[in-house]
């Protein structure tokens, strides 16, 4: 037969290469990444310019690690420099991570001493400029790029994608569950699916937005919309459509079906086979013969990591008998697995420049180091410089606080060696040891934030609860953040210990080179903990090796001088004797006390029977105390009893007076439960009996005026919930744990996090009267009060006695929201109301103008106004992302809402989203309450007293005006 079978199969891979070649023509005409450099200023080499840029290209990838989009700016004037990542949203925070990584790299080398300059990668974008561009639409130099490989018969398309783009456009800009992200695919008729995609900026406006797609959209239309596919690329937005699925992680190449695909498919079901069995059997006679010499290299292995372990385990002086030999072989296997289950190796740790130095440069260095050296036994933290021009160095150690000084220069003088072997002849370096870090640089980096390269290290052992240990280990190192950095008795450097089961206890270091600003300090730690996020969070332990920070933390004492395995010693068992006599006498103690308590009470409710037997009516009513204030208090009559006749249970305040020598202090005889005591020193005329009598004189004070209840006030959505374990519930835990940490250091907060659907903004305003710990105490209170008063609720807001909290899904940040407003009031009246709302509304008007309008006040103010008969008190506050305008807005609202309930009342605070109006007739934002309220006092014998009380506590509410 003339086929030749042999020579088909050499095809057929030949013809599978062309065919995929020919599939990577049919892509845009070059790879990423694409570059725009402007031509418009140069900055010059090591110029301060250059400094900045470099310092903000680092920065912008420290956080894509956990943003994927961001804004930043460094430097002052001239000098000046503004940048602007975003990173696709379909994509992982890791990859967002990687990506401005490179185009940070890219960015520099495509467009080397540009002040202006943008580079896109495959999966994001990067922007710098000397000009402020942040919320600003910018087409100007848009970029298409198509697919060489058209459709067929496009015409009959044209319409169907130019409103399907439109519409994916306006989505994308004026939906806001989509932050301005969009995608969708359309089903053409007689050809694939097609899949599309728009994103903008979240700086700019809907309208920006929705100008720069549908510029975007017309670009496309110009150039290739006959195209299979196609992208712009613009500064401000992206667009982009394929006729394959690109943002769920499909390929062109992998759309492509037909005989291509068959071919491979029998091509490799043949191959694959026959490839595995023989790597089997080659693995299978290799590992018989490796069987030996690998047991005898893992025996030989163990027993060197269990002498390291232990030192001197094998010593002679150590040698057990027969029988213990068993237990302590088992012993010391836990300390050495526990020894594998610290980080991937031990210090030293390097990052070296691989820049080589000159001969001088390395006689600075070794001068440099033999100082650093010296001064490392008196000091725990410095820094200095040697040379001059372009062998100039400078270097900076830093020991952790927590060793002694000799620990120290032992550190100091053993990282200076390790530097010199690790990094020979680099001209920039670090190394970090175990507790401490050296690091030297032919450019000044003192006073610089430098997160680049951090290197964080984990414990190979994870945690068997990872969610619930993420939880307190963030809400952890956020309260020592905020110490470390803000904090200035601190010294940057602060240690915390955490319960995080019955058993485990969490203890965290962080710790800042003090040349950095509280700002960089705060930017530095906040950056180490997304680089444990990123790879560790769930780890039993963790650090973090930084150029200008550090961060640990572990499940036992490692800086209070401990090892891992020496926690937790075994606790000696207890006798069993012992314990039983402890339950028993517990048992006894506790039934004696319920009897005691349970006797007190009989025999309580037994005399109180027999009292009220006893009682008598009264024939005269309070009315009879003669003053004219009274006049609006009435008490039915009251049962007499059998001392207190009508002759002597109530009395003028004249008869009074004079008994008790107008209230002397003389006569005072103490604090009763009522109030003050006094002695009644003269007979009483009128009365039988000639005795002395005790006068009880009790403030009730006004507590049955109050609104109708205390707080925590509360407002739930209840239109649309999240469930339990979902992103969602974890992204509220994650930002209530961040809010808590953030109130010891600022009285009015908003933040945000989540990704699209399941993103979550917050706030929280403390009254500004409030000092830092009370609002820290307040937020506290407030987070744990929310999540259960609105449970599963996506939008709340609650309002404690100082402060308030509210979160929702949607954006409210710099929105005006004067809905759902709560006023609360006291019950009791003023006498004169027409005159008091004059005295209010003057007094509001003034408070509301200057709270609005006055820049120093901060919106925030209070005021006082006094009249011949009281002093009002009164206080406007509003949240700092307003507008002026919009607190005028809102603190009028209030007002208003005052005015259709109960301007007349005696006190008022309305609770808003957005504001906060309060006043009262006593100085509550000077720390004083209303039980301060003087000389609202109801006199009676106190023999009478608890019946009297009694009844008006039961029967009736009480108003009760100011004795003089």
Known sequence: MGHNFISDAKTIPLLLLYFSVFKLLNLAYADPPYKFCSNTSLYAANSPFENNLQTLMSYLASNASVSKQYHAYAGNDSDIIYAQYMCYNYITNVNCSSCIDAASQHIMQLCPNKTDATVWEELCQLRFSNKKFIGELDFSGNIPLSNRKVIENSSQYVSVLNEYFSNLSKKAAFDPTQNMYATGKLALPDLDTLYALGKCTTDLSSHDCNTCLQVAIQNISSCCFISRGARLLSRSCYFRYEL??????????EIQRGRTWTILKIVLGTCIPIAVLTASCIIYFRRIRRKKTDEEKNHLSFFQELRKSRGSTFAEGNKLSSEDSWTTWRQSLAISLNLLDHAHADPPYRACSNISASSQFQNNLQNLTSSLRSNASVSKLYNTSSGNDLDRIYAQYMCLNYVTHDECSTCIKRASEDIMQLCPEDKEAIVWEEICQLRYSNQSFLGHLDVSGNDPLDNKKDFENPEQFRLVVNETLNDLTTQVAFNASTNMYATRKAAFTNTDTLYALMQCSTDLSPGDCNTCLRVAMANISSCCSASRGGRVLSRSCYLRYELYAWYEGANETSQSPPVPAKSNH??????????????????????????????RNEREKQNTRIDRTCGGIGHPNHDDYHLPNLPRDGVNDGESAFMDLETINAATGNFSESNLLGQGGFGPVYKMGKKISGSSKSFQLLLLCFSLSNFLDLADADPPYKSCSNNSSYSDN????????????????NASVSKIYNTSTGNDLDRIYAHYMCLNYATHDECSTCIKVASQTITRLCPGDKEAVVWEEPCQLRYSSQNFSAHLDVSRNIPQYKKKDVKNPAQFRLVVNETLDNLIEQASF???????????????????????????????????KCLQVSRANISSCCDASSGVRVLSRSCYLWYE??????????????????CMLSISAPKVADVFLKHYKLTMTSLP
């Open 854 to 888: 006055n820049a120093s006040a901060n919106m925030y103010s209070t005021r006082q106004v006094t009249t011949d008969t009281y002093t009002l008190y009164a206080l406007a506050q509003c949240s700092t992302d307003l507008s002026p305008y919009d607190c005028n």
């Open 921 to 938: 007739f006593y100085s509550f934002y000077e720390g004083e309450t209303n039980s301060a309220e003087k000389g609202k006092c109801f």
């Open 578 to 607: 012992r314990k039983i006599w402890i339950i028993i006498i517990l048992t006894v103690a506790a039934a004696l006390l319920v009897v005691g308590i349970l006797g007190s009470l009989i025999y309580c409710h037994a005399m």
């Open 726 to 741: 979902s992103p969602f519930k974890n992204n509220l835990e994650i930002i209530m744990s961040y809010l808590r940490s």
């Open 244 to 253: 394959y699925a690109f943002y769920e992680g499909s390929s062109e190449l």
